[in-house]
């Protein structure tokens, strides 16, 4: 999708962080803009900042009303919507040997279930204009795994999944799909997710655990940048930091010794019928 002048994006998570540096490159690029957020106020002071082409709208995205509600008001204000972006998330910090339960629903609400109430929204619309992309966000922690981190990870391989079987599944309906990949990036993550985290699903357990350095991170204005080349460009993997080649290369590299390994074992399993 080269030409973004006067198209409409949808950003959640947008009130900050990574969504709204995504928000601002895309009205930069002459998107009219959705900004999505739990914390309207929040969702307003961007869309504010953007001027008439921006409106604000709440969202929580572990609601699949409130997903569809974003996306009739979108439609009603601007009577279209072009890009997707999956980008609200959170993040907690814990051994997954003593994780409560609730730990994992309230990641897998937002991370997991944000991401499917978004392509369940919004999908049938973009196929049916034959014209669209979706974006959805999800780490570096969907490429690469490790402690304290493992529920977290959990939630973004699965948007990695998710991704890789969508963008095979419209590619040939004019529908472009992106998976971003951060690494740290400078924004509130660590204490949003705190703020925002609904008490029925908090565990009152303090896992203790280091949160990753987001301080020092590359500014998520660069990250919004990368999004918009990418949905220009059709590219599929959206990555921001090279410095995780090395262990990517050994996670894939120890896949293909396993596979290797199986062959010299059992000799080939090619071509047999199972």
Not at 49 to 54: C, K, P, T, V
Not at 199 to 225: F, R
Not at 247 to 267: E, P, S
Request: hydrophobic share 45%; proline share 3%.
């Amino acid at each position: 999708m080269q030409d973004l002048e006067g198209k409409v994006a949808v950003v959640t998570g947008a009130g900050s962080g990574i969504g709204e540096g995504i928000a601002r490159a895309a009205a930069a690029s002459g998107m009219k803009v959705v900004v999505a957020d739990i914390d309207l106020a929040k969702a307003q002071a961007v869309a504010s900042s953007l001027g008439e082409q921006a409106m604000a709208c709440r969202v929580d995205v572990s609601s699949l009303t409130s997903v569809e509600a974003m996306r009739d008001a979108a439609l009603e204000r601007f009577g279209s919507v072009h890009l997707l972006c999956n980008n609200a998330g959170v993040w907690i910090g814990a051994m997954m040997h003593d994780a409560d339960i609730k730990d994992w629903q309230y990641l897998i609400n937002v991370n997991l279930y944000g991401v499917i109430h978004g392509v369940k929204a919004f999908l049938p619309l973009l196929v049916e204009q034959g014209e669209g992309h979706i974006v959805n966000t999800a780490s570096m922690g969907g490429l690469i795994s490790g402690p304290p981190e493992g529920l977290y990870t959990t939630t973004k391989f699965a948007v990695v999944g998710l991704s890789e079987a969508l963008v095979m599944e419209v590619a040939d309906k004019g529908v472009g799909v992106s998976v971003l990949c951060p690494g740290l990036v400078n924004t509130n993550l660590i204490t949003q997710s705190f703020a925002v985290r609904p008490d029925e699903l908090d565990s009152g357990i303090d896992h203790q655990q280091p949160a990753p350095d987001v301080a020092n991170g590359i500014s998520p204005l660069v990250v919004g940048e990368q999004v918009m080349d990418a949905v220009r460009d059709g590219s599929f993997y959206v990555i921001t930091h090279d410095e995780y080649r090395d262990i990517i290369a050994m996670r894939h590299d120890g896949i293909l010794d396993a596979l290797d390994a199986h062959a010299k074992r059992y000799g080939s399993t090619s071509g047999r019928v199972l």
